[in-house]
């Protein structure tokens, strides 16, 4: 076998037998020139490097932070897209809790309902349990509010008829980036709120509302501070958890909490059925 010889001044000669051959050498550097074999970085030069590349990291933040948003106009059109897209194609139902609890926090009233909602816009619901005597009255016009046929439950939904929007801003909020908008009403009316929505920066779907009712449901209640959270559950977005605080006159500070404690699809073929010895309710369309 034949390899390349190395001559002592670098330069390659003619092939050789591989007995000739018994050590291989780097070529040996010029005589000038010293291998560099450590590099020292005098400090300023250091601090220099370092400086330059926290401002080419501020750089890329400050410019990633001041990225054009989208026009007010455009958020809320896709946020009214993503609401009209959870139209289910099939019939659901769910439990849903309502409490009522003083200022110690304890229970005063609890319902507890069952809640079909049918394609295209047709609620049902029946009451599996109740207790608490004012207290649950309080609770049940709160669910009828809730259940109110589509053609009214339309004059309080999140739209510009019935909303002005503001951007403000962005936020996290439970690990999410939203866009915060600033809500007010076109009305004074009960059923609109003055107060702030988030909506998801890449599905714009609304996680959270917050505000206080224009004008107060009742002669009874006076400071009402609304909370509603929302969450996707087996692929639907819908309303999970509902937080208001009112102070009740004579009675101090109440606190109601609705939320869902279980869901289930029903199946198309299927019909509501309700209990007979169930309270049962419905909204239709008029």
């Known amino acids: 076998m034949l390899f390349p010889c190395i001559a002592s001044c670098g330069r390659r000669s003619a092939p050789c037998n591989s007995g000739d051959l018994r050590t291989l050498h780097s070529p040996p550097f010029a005589r000038n020139v010293r291998p560099i074999r450590h590099v020292f970085v005098s400090e300023p030069l250091r601090r220099k490097s370092v400086a330059c590349l926290m401002f080419v990291v501020a750089a890329l933040a400050v410019a990633q932070a001041n990225a054009p948003q989208p026009a007010v106009d455009i958020i809320v059109a896709r946020m009214m897209a993503a609401i009209q897209e959870k139209?289910?194609?099939?019939?659901?139902?769910?439990?849903?809790?309502?409490?009522?609890?003083?200022?110690?926090?304890?229970?005063?009233?609890?319902?507890?309902?069952?809640?079909?909602?049918?394609?295209?816009?047709?609620?049902?619901?029946?009451?599996?349990?109740?207790?608490?005597?004012?207290?649950?009255?309080?609770?049940?016009?709160?669910?009828?509010?809730?259940?109110?046929?589509?053609?009214?439950?339309?004059?309080?939904?999140?739209s510009p008829e019935n909303y002005d929007f503001q951007l403000l801003g962005e936020e996290m909020l439970d690990g999410h980036l939203c866009y915060l908008l600033a809500l007010h009403p076109r009305r004074e009316e009960k059923n609109v709120i003055r107060?702030?929505?988030?909506?998801?920066?890449?599905?714009y779907r609304l996680h959270r509302v917050e505000g206080e009712p224009v004008k107060s449901p009742s002669w009874w209640i006076h400071d009402l501070h609304i909370v509603m959270s929302f969450a996707e559950i087996d692929g639907i977005w819908m309303r999970t958890v509902t937080h208001a605080v009112a102070n009740v006159r004579f009675k101090g500070r109440y606190v109601m909490v609705s939320r869902n404690i279980d869901y289930a699809a029903v199946p198309a073929q299927s019909s509501f059925q309700p209990d007979r010895n169930r309270e049962p309710g419905v909204a239709l369309r008029r």
Do not use: C, H
């Open 87 to 158: 139209a289910r194609s099939q019939s659901v139902t769910l439990r849903r809790d309502y409490q009522l609890f003083d200022k110690k926090w304890e229970s005063k009233a609890q319902i507890v309902v069952r809640i079909t909602f049918e394609p295209p816009d047709r609620r049902r619901y029946d009451i599996e349990s109740s207790r608490g005597g004012v207290g649950e009255r309080i609770l049940r016009d709160i669910l009828n509010r809730e259940m109110e046929p589509p053609d009214a439950a339309s004059q309080k939904a999140f």
């Open 195 to 203: 107060g702030r929505a988030w909506v998801d920066a890449e599905t």
